[in-house]
Nanobody, 125 residues
Framework: QVQLVESGGGSVQAGGSLRLSCAAS????????VGWFRQAPGKEREGVAA???????NYADSVKGRFTISEDNTKNTLYLQMNSLKPEDTAMYYC???????????????????WGQGTQVTVSS
């Protein structure tokens, strides 16, 4: 159904910034819940950030104050602004969507069905 494509990843020095984008093939308004996840080698997939139906973000403690999730519904695009990047932020980043009319801002990967292909973020020291 809905297709998601991430972009914006790359290699940066610690302290740098990146903005990830997730383009959706259709509008997510009143249809999907969306969020960002990441997975580093040998580690479990982690919910980074999600947005509830009121636009309130839900962040992992490890990224609070540094990352910002946002949506541009006119462009069917989800963003993740990442500032003050640390080497431990290195991972494959995925956007995900769940078909729903109401979103509680869950960062549980098992509540999401649709996934993008991922974009690699590498932070060097």
């Amino acid at each position: 159904q809905v297709q998601l494509v991430e972009s914006g990843g790359g290699s940066v020095q610690a302290g740098g910034s990146l903005r990830l984008s997730c383009a959706a093939s259709e509008s997510t308004i009143k249809n999907y819940c969306v969020g960002w996840f990441r997975q580093a080698p040998g580690k479990e997939r982690e919910g980074v950030a999600a947005i509830d139906s009121h636009g309130t973000p839900n962040y992992a403690d490890s990224v609070k104050g540094r990352f910002t999730i946002s949506e541009d519904n006119t462009k069917n695009t989800l963003y993740l602004q990442m500032n003050s990047l640390k080497p431990e932020d290195t991972a494959m980043y995925y956007c995900a969507a769940a078909a729903a009319l109401y979103c509680g801002g869950s960062r549980n990967q098992y509540e999401y069905k649709y996934w993008g292909q991922g974009t690699q973020v590498t932070v060097s020291s």
